[in-house]
């Protein structure tokens, strides 16, 4: 085990800038997540981790030691591929022990070290087998595999997920987690699935760009997200934004069409602003149908709903609010007419808000 | 009504195929008729002063009056082509073993690395097939023969052959190694594998397919070859299959069609034998399985 640093990287190819400065501290044992839209560096980082992309500038530290100029077999670690780069030529037991067997390590801890990872991951009938024989399901747990059987300090992952199919991506997903803790090496995993990020994550870095937007526990991400970038990237639903501007020495949100008190936390992130452009962001379980007991205070706004989605525990409305696209959250057996109009609790405890100008959250204390 | 237009078209096809797979079949009966007949005469069977219908079509019917093995016996016995298959085989496999490697390695960093002059070797490689070797065939001498002493020397024609088959295989090989994923190397590279280890076990067991092309391209490439050989060895004993088989036939003395048609039977089955053996390899597919599908 060990902790990963990254201290002001920069990634550069020719001339295009891919990372810019990244600082990024993984903690020894933890399950860190690099989420983000393709292109935003995301898989880039884990490679300049893995060593296999040169760091243009800054430093990565493995352990205590700084690898920048250490061969990828020399780190320590070992790396899951998102196509999974199993040796086609080789049965499943010779893809897990190649490793090893470069490192000329003794046959019988070779065995042992393959035949407890093939028992970890269900694989044992098929160590004799080749990749072309395997499901995609397996060929996953055999190059899973083949990283644990090194017990190196540090795993990568590289959207290992992504060529599942739904249903045991979930699976899988539980898997590599239920797998991380049970041996408790530091992890970084690449994926540009939130959802994936918020299930399995101890903690979640999001990239956008090359920049890092913001690294917090899926709950500090879901329930203060940094800027509007995060607030739309995690949910889904995704958040809605509803603009207006600053009124009443920070006591209310007014625009054109709507208008509603905020309680006091919120207040406080706007005092003295009057005048000033937000976008008020609320998450659509909390811009509902129905009134829920418990959750504050609330206001009503109007809604035209434009299409229905039936989840069966809920059912998510799409629809307008005075030209602004939203969606809003209903009860399964008290749905509104598609076209029609209707009212919707606000529930002002958990809004969000940001500057309208620099994307940034407005908290208390800023 | 469909099936019976179907079956008469299918009749013509038939006919038309016959009639092709005689035409193609012919000259190869032939030479194992004149192998086989013992005598040194191209004709199936002598004509009679005044022959009929039969006799003619006798005449051409590849069959020999007479089925016997002296033909092949003699050729090894009363000529020195043992000889010629000895040397043949040699410059051969050694054309093969020296172009597969090399091809291998120089396709292998073509495909895989960056390096000034990258682009420009390649398209060297190519320009260099576009040209006939007969235009080649006077400064290529003089380079073997006068500079470099090699006339009636293996290494001389080994070295002629090498470069006239590296060109192709080093394409063809690179061509292969880019549809390899990186990530397998990746990977290996994780695992813990020098570029060499890289090389010989993982890209080379994957590239089974090409290197058996580019094996047989080389040897083919050597052993038929006749024009090179011809210009650089003069001594008789230094002669390779296709340049012995030559003075069987041609020039003032006796033409000797019996012996040129065994010898070029046995000549042709190392060939063939091989392209038997390394059949499963030209089979791709080898690295389904490697990614996903």
Redesign the interface.
């Known amino acids: 085990m060990a902790q990963v640093v990254l201290q002001g990287v920069k990634k550069c190819y020719d001339d295009v800038e891919v990372i810019e400065r990244l600082d990024l501290e993984i903690r020894e044992g933890e399950f860190m997540v690099l989420v983000g839209p393709s292109g935003c560096g995301k898989s880039t980082a884990l490679r300049m981790i893995?060593g296999?992309e040169e760091i243009t500038a800054g430093e990565i530290v493995i352990g205590d030691r700084v690898v920048n100029e250490l061969h990828?077999?020399d780190r320590d670690?070992?790396?899951v591929?998102?196509?999974?780069?199993?040796?086609?030529?080789m049965t499943v037991r010779e893809n897990m022990d190649?490793?090893l067997r470069?490192?000329k390590m003794d046959r019988a801890e070779i065995d042992r070290r393959v035949n407890d990872a093939a028992r970890i991951l269900g694989i044992e009938e098929y160590l004799d087998r080749?990749?072309?024989?395997?499901s995609?399901g397996q060929?996953q747990r055999v190059a899973v595999g083949?990283a644990i059987v090194?017990q190196p300090s540090v795993f990568l992952f590289d959207e290992p997920l992504s060529?599942l199919d739904a249903k045991l991506r979930v699976q899988m997903r539980a898997e590599i987690t239920g797998l991380q803790r049970r041996l408790g090496t530091t992890t970084v995993y690449v994926t540009h699935d939130q959802v994936e990020a918020m299930t399995m994550g101890h903690r979640i870095a999001v990239l956008k760009d090359g920049d890092l937007q913001q690294v917090g526990t899926p709950l500090e991400l879901y329930e203060s997200p940094a800027n509007l970038f995060v607030a739309r990237f995690i949910g889904t639903p995704p958040m809605n934004f509803l603009p207006g501007r600053v009124a009443g020495d920070g006591a209310q949100i007014v625009s054109e069409d709507y208008g509603f008190d905020l309680p006091a936390p919120l207040r406080a992130a706007v005092r003295g602003r009057d005048g000033a452009e937000v976008l008020v962001g609320v998450r659509p379980e909390n811009l509902r149908g129905d009134r829920r007991e418990g959750v504050g205070a609330t206001t009503t706004l109007r809604f035209q709903v434009t299409l229905l989605e039936t989840l069966g525990h809920e059912v998510q409305a799409h629809g307008r609010l005075a030209g602004h696209e939203l969606v809003a959250k209903f009860q399964p057996h008290n749905t509104p007419e598609i076209d029609s109009e209707v009212e919707l609790h606000l529930e002002l405890d958990h809004l969000h808000l940001f500057d309208a100008a620099t994307e940034l959250r407005l908290s208390e204390g800023e | 009504m469909s099936r019976r237009t179907d079956s008469v078209g299918h009749l013509w096809l038939h006919l038309f195929l016959l009639v092709m797979v005689v035409i193609t079949v012919y000259p190869i009966l032939w030479v194992l008729s004149v192998a086989f007949s013992g005598g040194q005469s191209l004709a199936f069977a002598d004509l009679p002063p005044d022959p009929g219908v039969l006799d003619r079509l006798r005449a051409i019917v590849p069959w020999p009056e007479q089925l016997t093995w002296s033909n092949f016996s003699d050729v090894f016995s009363q000529q020195p082509f043992g000889r010629w298959l000895l040397n043949s085989t040699i410059v051969a496999g050694a054309t093969t073993l020296c172009g597969v490697f090399l091809a291998s390695t120089a396709g292998y960093a073509f495909s895989r690395f960056k390096f000034p002059g990258r682009r420009a070797g390649m398209m060297g490689f190519l320009v260099s097939q576009m040209f006939p070797g007969t235009l080649t065939l006077v400064p290529l001498y003089i380079i073997i023969v006068v500079w470099l002493e090699l006339g009636s020397n293996f290494l001389g024609l080994i070295l002629l052959y090498s470069t006239t088959a590296i060109p192709f295989c080093v394409w063809m090989l690179k061509g292969y190694f880019d549809t390899i994923p990186i990530e397998l190397e990746e990977s290996a590279k994780m695992d813990g594998a020098s570029a060499l280890t890289i090389f010989y076990r993982i890209i080379l067991p994957l590239s089974k397919p090409a290197i058996a092309v580019t094996a047989l391209f080389s040897f083919m490439t050597a052993w038929n070859e006749f024009v090179l050989a011809l210009t650089i060895m003069d001594q008789e004993i230094m002669y390779t299959a296709p340049v012995g088989l030559r003075f069987f036939v041609g020039g003032y003395a006796e033409q000797q069609w019996g012996y040129f048609a065994a010898g070029s039977i046995v000549a042709a089955l190392p060939v063939m034998i091989l392209f038997l053996i390394l059949q499963r390899y030209l089979i791709s597919g080898l690295t389904a399985g490697a990614v996903k599908g």
């Open positions: 893995a296999l990828p077999k670690i070992a790396m591929f998102q196509s999974y780069a199993l040796y086609p030529h190649f490793g470069i490192q080749r990749p072309r024989q395997l995609g060929r083949r090194r060529n």
